[in-house]
């Protein structure tokens, strides 16, 4: 994707509000219950927020794939608010494949797809070539928006090969999210940001990035400067300075949103976000 010489006006913001990586034990202000979410969902909104990238938990609080509580998650969520509602086709670093196949029977607008295996910290976010084509095949099908997760420079290249050989996603827009910093993906670093920037494919025609951890606020910076949007949440940081926990996903929202103040660029509306995506209009 060639750099445009400047920014786009407004800033995509999503939310990842709850991953599956952090124990409720650890951290009791990540919302893990369907309230705890669209109430989450809702402050978001309110603060800036387009899209809200989903992971759910169950009563116990822990990560899971279970089909009857993504599909009342999306209802939640489309009936409480006009976020873009991307569901998680990563799972967990524990999740069957098939399992995550099952995760677009819930038909969200949107759903995550990351394109190539990761070391992920000490364990393996498993994308083999096959499971990549399958569900992409599949969201094209069902008509899901993917966001073409990137977490290495190799990942870049694999979604040039993807879209040679299989062609434009739902909507024929190409949306692209750089997920930066992951102990065995790509460094959150500038130098890391600009070759990857650099040798998207020409289909692209937005794209986003998150730094993990301690790499949240060189990537926010980062991706402003270079005409990116961003996403910030709780999945990706749970410190909003050294040492000090965050309060709430609306707060990183808040900063993002400040952040893109600086850089003249106000929040898009979720209804824009759909346009620039290519996802069908709200029905609420
Ligand atoms: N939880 C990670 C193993 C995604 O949502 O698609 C994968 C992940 C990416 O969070
Ligand atoms: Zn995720």
């Known amino acids: 994707m060639p750099t445009p010489t400047l920014a786009p006006d407004s800033l995509l913001v999503t939310v990842a509000p709850t991953g599956a990586e952090t124990a409720k034990a650890d951290c009791p202000?990540?919302?893990t219950t369907l309230e705890e979410l669209v109430a989450t969902a809702r402050d978001c909104e309110a603060a800036g927020a387009a899209m809200v990238h989903v992971h759910v938990r169950d009563g116990d609080h822990r990560p899971t794939l279970d089909g009857g509580l993504l599909k009342e998650t999306v209802a939640a969520l489309r009936q409480e608010t006009d976020l873009v509602v991307q569901l998680s086709t990563g799972g967990s670093v524990h999740d069957p494949l098939a399992e995550r196949l099952k995760v677009l029977d819930a038909e969200p607008d949107s759903c995550s797809l990351t394109m190539g295996t990761t070391n992920f910290g000490d364990d393996v976010f498993s994308n083999p070539w096959p499971f990549v084509v399958e569900l992409y095949q599949l969201a094209q099908e069902r008509a899901v928006v993917p966001e073409f997760e990137l977490f290495d420079l190799g990942q870049v290249h694999a979604l040039v090969r993807l879209l040679d050989r299989y062609g434009l996603p739902a909507g024929g827009r190409v949306h692209v999210d750089l997920v930066m910093g992951v102990p065995g993906g790509m460094d959150g670093t500038a130098s890391a940001m600009v070759a990857a920037v650099h040798d998207l494919p020409a289909e692209v025609t937005s794209w986003s990035a998150t730094g993990i951890g301690r790499t949240t606020l060189p990537v926010m910076l980062g991706a402003?400067?270079?005409?990116?949007?961003?996403?910030?949440?709780m999945e990706d940081v749970l410190t909003i300075s050294r040492g000090v926990p965050v309060e709430s996903n609306a707060q990183l929202v808040r900063r993002a949103v400040e952040a893109g103040a600086l850089a003249q660029r106000g929040p898009m509306s979720p209804a824009a976000a759909r346009e620039l995506l290519g996802v069908r209009p709200a029905s609420r």
């Open 224 to 233: 402003l400067s270079m005409g990116g949007h961003l996403r910030v949440g």
């Open 29 to 31: 202000q990540l919302p």
